[in-house]
């Protein structure tokens, strides 16, 4: 089974402080991907990575950066957390070119910022 | 820009099976249809998808009609941990911006 595991399940910082959200995949997959979880607006993506040390924006980049040293795991960062990145964010994995194939999701990090 | 309609809500027996409807009228012929759901404060979770060709595995099974412009999700035989959220998506295999809609909030009865 595809196992994608997220450091922590909930979260709460303050404002102004840089949060590290980590993400690691067992199955070998080159596409990771970053996306948050809010009601009502569903899940936008923020940055997805195909490659080591790859990055490609998402629909909601701004606030954000992310990290892809080792092929296994995929980092996000909030450079300074604001009020307004309360949310769910969730991390999955996938092939690349693989037709069809589809992404896997781990079990979410609830992050507060208070 | 929702390309799927899926009810808000169903509700189904325990032990009965239970099917999950789709539309997507406007597919291409490239896009796959999955289907995620979501148990409250979890991940999403991969259930099942296909192209053009009826699916099966452990967990479900997936019916496509021969125009491709709606589907069905069946969960063979219900049970309370099947209650959840139901994401059905479109999607090209090579388009990685996974979007999900509003979903069928599932309910299996005793």
């Known amino acids: 089974d595809v196992k994608v595991t997220q450091s922590s399940r909930y979260l709460v910082k303050r404002t102004g402080e840089k949060v590290f959200l980590e993400c690691v995949q067992d199955?070998?997959?080159?596409?990771m991907f970053w996306y948050r979880q809010d009601p009502g607006l569903g899940l936008r993506l923020i940055y997805f990575?195909?490659?080591?040390?790859?990055?490609e924006k998402g629909d909601i980049p701004e606030g954000y950066s992310v990290s892809r040293e080792k092929k296994e795991r995929f980092s996000l960062i909030l450079e300074s957390a604001s009020t307004n990145q309360t949310s769910m964010y969730l991390c999955?994995?996938?092939?690349?070119?693989?037709?069809?194939?589809?992404?896997?999701f781990g079990d979410g990090t609830r992050l507060s910022i208070l | 820009d929702a390309k799927t309609t899926q009810p808000p809500s169903m509700d189904c027996a325990e032990g009965r099976a239970a099917n999950l409807p789709c539309n997507h009228s406007t597919i291409s012929g490239n896009e796959y249809v999955y289907w995620y759901r979501q148990i409250h404060s979890q991940g999403p979770q991969y259930i099942i998808h296909g192209l053009k060709n009826n699916e099966t595995n452990e967990m479900a099974s997936l019916i496509i009609t021969e125009d491709r412009k709606s589907s069905t999700l069946i969960l063979p035989h219900a049970t309370l941990r099947d209650t959840a959220v139901y994401y059905c998506i479109v999607l090209e295999y090579n388009n990685n911006d996974m979007r999900f809609g509003a979903g069928t909030r599932l309910t299996v009865k005793p």
């Open positions: 199955m070998d997959h080159e596409n």
């Open positions: 999955a994995s996938s092939f690349l070119d693989r037709a069809g194939q589809p992404q896997h």
């Open positions: 990575s195909y490659d080591v040390k790859m990055k």
